[in-house]
């Protein structure tokens, strides 16, 4: 089980558990945090599931492909660390992975 | 005064059994379960083309949950489903919603949509997956106030936009198409970008980026951040660049964010919802409301999974109830498609 942190815009954390394999949105969806909709159900189709991943993680994590390139055109107040947490798949080298959630996901 | 001004009258409503809203896969099966115990249906879609969900989000996404079909692409999907439901007929209403319906004395429904186009039918089929998908507002504050004046999500008269300093936001083919559309007419046009590249038709950014070096266009790479204006008039934006904040004066911004679904005018039918769903029973799939169906991922039941398949299910229970309104003392036979020669008859096959 990997331990993962949601901060909302607040600054409230929510720690939840994966396994690995899931995606980081999955992780999210199962664990009812706020702000992430996934309302494409995770085909990297429509920018609701945006975070922002700030370093050290960054390295971790990847950058976006192409595909989720275009896809963030599509997300709001997109920043160098925004990723759509349905494209992050969870490794465990990931465990302890801090997000933010953006203020809104449109 | 010539033929021209004579206003048209408004249309004579179609007459039909059933109204099919939303033509996403089980709205298309819909018609094929309708068809084969002779239930003619009408269907309106708010997309320009068939196939819901699955031809606007994930068209070349494979699907590996259809009985029989290993793996098919969403577009695939909706291209089979035309095909199967070609033999009865069904007329099509795309880029048209729903936004009025209401039960005559008659029990029958009447229902008009935002184009106009009216319906008198026996009943209705709501299939309408995620609700309606409509453009994404950027969560701007006080962005209400402006929309339909100036800030506008699509353009349904150019001249409207004559001598405007038009603020275009986005980067896809709806940016560019409209950048290139109404440079000739407005006054200004800013096209404000994320970054410096564009997932539109490389024709379309080319002859952008001409426009650019010309000077014709402005392109701006960074964000909105702010609106300025008095009452529903826009007179300015914050943009958020690398090198900062800068005020543009505008007088109309056209964002394109792409489309999200949303409940739409569904909400206002009388229909009793649970959390933006329409609860149904698992025998006919009928709403609160008699002659009202609901199918697909708009429904909602104790056990009830989103799946493609579990709304095909649904309609050919909901076509039964269907035929019943329809067709009312008519003893329906239950039938077999394989062995059937009236049912082969109405597919065309026999």
Known sequence: ?106 | MSLDDTPTPAASPIETDAVVIGAGPVGLFAVFELGLVDVKAHVVDILEKPGGQCAELYPEKPIYDIPALPIVTGQDLTDRLMKQIEPFGAKFHLGERIDMLERLPDERFRLKTDAGTEFICKVVVIAAGGGSFTPKRPPLNGIEAYEGTSVLYSVRRMEALRDKAVLIVGGGDSALDWTLNLQPLAKSITLLHRRDEFRAAPHSVEKMRQLVETGDVRLMIGQVTELHGTGSQLDGVTVKTKNGEERLAVDVMLPFFGLTMKLGPLADWGLQLHENLVPVDTEKFETSEKGIFAVGDINTYPGKLKLILSGFHEVALMAQQAAKYVYPGKKLLFQYTTSSSSLQKKLGVS
């Open chain 1, 1 to 106: 089980m990997l331990k993962i942190t949601f901060i909302q815009p607040d600054g409230s954390e929510q720690v939840v558990e994966a396994e690995p394999g899931f995606t980081l949105m999955e992780a999210a969806k199962m664990n009812a945090v706020p702000g992430i909709e996934a309302e494409c159900g995770g085909a990297c189709a429509c920018a609701t599931c945006h975070v922002y991943v700030d370093d050290p993680w960054r390295d971790k994590t990847g950058t976006p492909s192409q595909m989720e390139e275009d896809m963030l055109d599509f997300a709001f107040d997109v920043r160098e660390s925004s990723r759509l947490s349905c494209q992050i798949k969870l490794t465990p080298e990931l465990d302890g992975l801090a997000v933010r959630v953006p203020a809104k996901q449109f």
